[in-house]
Structures are given as structure tokens and as C-alpha cells.
């Protein structure tokens, strides 16, 4: 029941503050860095909403993988334990940045594969979504590896308070805004729940 539990860190109710302190912290280091970072963060949440509408709305999934949706919550955690461990070592010695940044990629890997799965999603979904924001996270690092990133102690801080702060608040993802919003564009009667293929698998199960 704990994996179940930590499983939550991974949403939005903790996920969105951390890419917002992340911003702050590039924003007052290196505006290129920010932009650079608005435009991962933009990309990676469409790519996992894209995946949520069009199963939800249409149906849509790759049965061949056993996958119906990739999982924010392993994606969240991925992309922002990452960048986040990289940035924090990076202020205290540059030469640690990238054995942060394969830290993050342990610790997400873990996080996915026994907190994600199976509680929020099937492995595979968890894998998948953990995939894309190791990719995201790594490339972000990359494009920024040149620039002079120096963020204040205070504000790292602040920032990591403020994190906190929002760990100990009610737990609250976006599945119902993206069920409505799936339901509306594809004009169907309901959001898709579960795929075809585990729905049967499930009913041979209890026969």
C-alpha cells in the first residue's frame, strides 16, 4: 500500500509545481535555459495528453505493446527528478551534473516500475511514459550543457520548501478535464476507460 500511496507524488499536484520552481530557478540564471525548459516541459505534457485524448476519445492504442496511454505520473517524475537533481549539483559542483542526472534516471526507473505500475498504470504504460522523460529530461541537459546556469542557494531553497509544501497537499490529477475534453472532441458517449484487449483478458479470467 506505500507504492500506492508514493504513486501520487507523480501527479500534477506536485509535478506542476516542480516544473514551475524549475522555471524560477532558470529564470533568474539563464532566460535562454527558461525558454528552453517551457518548450521541453510544452512538448512532453502534449505528447502524454495527445496519447490520454485519442484513447480516450477514440479508442486509439498500441495493443501490439500493451499500451493504451503513456503514464504522466512516471513521465512527471522522470523529466523533473532529473533535471531537478542535475541543476541542484550542478551550483555545488559542476563536475556532478550528469552522475545527478543518472540518479534521476535510476530513481524515476525505480519510481515507475514498482510505484506507477502497477497502482496507476500497467507496466508497460509506466515504462513507456518513464521513457519519455528520461529522453526529455537528458535532451533538455544536453541543449543547456554549454550554458552558465547559476542558480542562488536561497532560491534553491525556496524552491525545495515550496516543493514540500505541495507533497503535503490533497493529491488531484487531470482525468476527469481530459475525459470531458475527449468526450467532447470525438463526440462519443464516453471516455474509453480500459482497452478491449485487458477488458477480455479480465472476463476469461472469472469464467
Same mark, same amino acid.
Given at each position: 500500500?506505500? @507504492?500506492?500511496?508514493?504513486?501520487?507524488?507523480?501527479? #500534477? &499536484?506536485?509535478?506542476?509545481?516542480?516544473? #514551475?520552481?524549475?522555471? !524560477?530557478?532558470? @529564470?533568474? =540564471?539563464?532566460?535562454?535555459?527558461?525558454?528552453t525548459w517551457v518548450v521541453t516541459v510544452g512538448l512532453t505534457y502534449s505528447i502524454v495528453a495527445l496519447s490520454k485524448l485519442?484513447?480516450?476519445?477514440?479508442? /486509439?492504442?498500441?495493443?501490439?505493446?500493451?499500451?493504451?496511454? %503513456?503514464?504522466?505520473?512516471?513521465?512527471?517524475?522522470? %523529466?523533473?527528478? #532529473? !533535471?531537478?537533481?542535475?541543476? #541542484?549539483?550542478?551550483?555545488?559542483?559542476?563536475?556532478? +551534473?550528469?552522475?545527478?542526472?543518472?540518479?534521476?534516471?535510476?530513481?524515476?526507473? !525505480?519510481?515507475?516500475?514498482?510505484? /506507477?505500475?502497477?497502482?496507476?498504470?500497467?507496466?508497460?504504460?509506466?515504462?513507456?511514459?518513464? !521513457?519519455?522523460?528520461?529522453?526529455?529530461?537528458?535532451?533538455?541537459?544536453? +541543449?543547456?550543457?554549454?550554458e552558465q546556469v547559476k542558480v542562488p542557494p536561497a532560491f534553491i531553497g525556496a524552491g525545495l520548501v515550496a516543493?514540500?509544501?505541495?507533497?503535503?497537499?490533497?493529491?488531484?490529477?487531470?482525468?476527469?478535464?481530459?475525459?470531458?475534453? *475527449? /468526450? =467532447?472532441?470525438?463526440?462519443?458517449?464516453? *471516455?474509453?476507460?480500459?482497452?478491449?484487449? +485487458?477488458?477480455? *483478458?479480465?472476463?476469461?479470467? &472469472?469464467?
Open positions: 500500500m506505500m @507504492r500506492a500511496e508514493l504513486a501520487q507524488y507523480g501527479g #500534477i &499536484t506536485v509535478m506542476i509545481p516542480a516544473a #514551475i520552481i524549475i522555471a !524560477v530557478w532558470l @529564470r533568474y =540564471s539563464n532566460p535562454w535555459a527558461l525558454r485519442l484513447f480516450k476519445g477514440w479508442g /486509439v492504442a498500441f495493443q501490439h505493446m500493451d499500451i493504451a496511454v %503513456l503514464s504522466g505520473h512516471a513521465m512527471n517524475t522522470c %523529466l523533473m527528478l #532529473i !533535471v531537478g537533481l542535475s541543476l #541542484i549539483a550542478r551550483q555545488f559542483n559542476p563536475a556532478l +551534473r550528469w552522475p545527478a542526472a543518472l540518479t534521476g534516471v535510476l530513481l524515476g526507473g !525505480v519510481f515507475s516500475a514498482y510505484c /506507477v505500475a502497477p497502482y496507476i498504470h500497467p507496466l508497460n504504460e509506466a515504462l513507456a511514459g518513464a !521513457v519519455l522523460g528520461m529522453v526529455a529530461a537528458l535532451g533538455f541537459l544536453w +541543449r543547456i550543457e554549454s516543493l514540500l509544501a505541495c507533497a503535503l497537499m490533497p493529491k488531484y490529477n487531470a482525468e476527469l478535464l481530459l475525459n470531458r475534453v *475527449a /468526450v =467532447s472532441l470525438s463526440g462519443a458517449e464516453q *471516455a474509453h476507460q480500459e482497452p478491449f484487449w +485487458r477488458l477480455g *483478458a479480465a472476463h476469461r479470467k &472469472t469464467e
